[in-house]
């Protein structure tokens, strides 16, 4: 089973900058696209940003030109690198991927990390 661990959320000011990561622990062949989501509290799951295998992406409109997503295709890790953060922010960001395993492929989600902007 794939788990997709999640790392670099926290608390941070308003303004100011956080750098998530996503890598799969698992035996993997290979990782299609890659997207971050990202739910409030009392609210949706909303997508926030995807990018596809050979790079191209794509934003939620309140998040372009602040937040940047990448991936590390020989490190099989996904970033989001967030800046200029805003209170509207806050919420519990969960990694997505379409991997591909002997199995075959199949979505999988991370548990999630919390990032709190304060203002």
């Known amino acids: 089973q794939v788990q997709l661990m999640e790392s670099g959320g926290g608390l941070v000011q308003a303004g100011g900058s956080l750098r998530l990561s996503c890598t799969p622990y698992a035996s993997i062949l290979s990782i299609n696209a890659m997207g971050w989501y990202r739910q409030a509290p009392g609210k949706q799951r909303e997508l926030v940003a995807v990018i596809t295998a050979g790079g191209g992406t794509n934003y939620r409109e309140s998040v372009k030109g602040r937040f940047a997503i990448s991936r590390d295709n020989a490190k099989n890790t996904m970033y989001l690198q967030m800046n200029s953060l805003k209170p509207e922010d806050t919420a519990v960001y969960f990694c997505?991927?379409?991997?591909?395993?002997?199995?075959?492929?199949?979505?999988?989600w991370g548990q999630g990390t919390q990032v709190v902007v304060s203002s």
């Open positions: 997505n991927a379409q991997i591909a395993t002997i199995e075959g492929t199949q979505n999988f």
